[in-house]
Nanobody, 123 residues
Framework: QMQLVESGGGLVQAGGSLRLSCAAS????????MGWFRQAPGREREFVAC????????YDADSKKGRCTVSSDNAKNTVYLQMNRLKAEDTAVYYC????????????????WGLGTQVTVSS
C-alpha cells in the first residue's frame, strides 16, 4: 500500500499562486508515476499533471500549460504542483494519485489516492 497526503491548499485571490505538496509513504516512490487531479462540485475528476517517479518525464493538461508545473523530490518522497495565475475556475479539491506504470491522464488507471486538499480562488 502507498499512502498519499496532500497539503498546501487554501484560499487565494485570482492571479495568485499556490504550491501543493503530496507526501508519499509505504512504497518506493521512484518506481511510480505520480499524478495530480482535481474535482469541482458537480464535475468529473479532471487531470492536471503527472510526473514519472524518477522525475524524468512530465505531462500536463493542454489547458493548463504554462500555469502548472509538476516536480518531485525523491529524497523527500514528495511531488509538487506549482500553480500560477490562478483563476476562479481553478477552484476544486486537488488530489494526488499514484500508479505503478507509464504516464497517463486516466484517473481510472491510478491505484492510490490521497484525500485531497481544497483550493479556493476568489475573483
Amino acid at each position: 500500500q502507498m499512502q498519499l497526503v496532500e497539503s498546501g491548499g487554501g484560499l487565494v485571490q485570482a492571479g495568485g499562486s499556490l504550491r501543493l505538496s503530496c507526501a508519499a509513504s509505504g512504497r518506493t516512490f521512484g518506481s511510480y508515476t505520480m499524478g495530480w487531479f482535481r474535482q469541482a462540485p458537480g464535475r468529473e475528476r479532471e487531470f492536471v499533471a503527472c510526473i514519472t517517479g524518477n522525475g524524468g518525464n512530465t505531462y500536463d493538461a493542454d489547458s493548463k500549460k504554462g500555469r502548472c508545473t509538476v516536480s518531485s523530490d525523491n529524497a523527500k518522497n514528495t511531488v509538487y504542483l506549482q500553480m500560477n495565475r490562478l483563476k476562479a475556475e481553478d477552484t476544486a479539491v486537488y488530489y494526488c494519485a499514484a500508479r505503478g506504470g507509464y504516464i497517463t491522464d486516466d484517473p481510472g488507471a491510478y491505484n492510490y489516492w490521497g484525500l485531497g486538499t481544497q483550493v479556493t480562488v476568489s475573483s
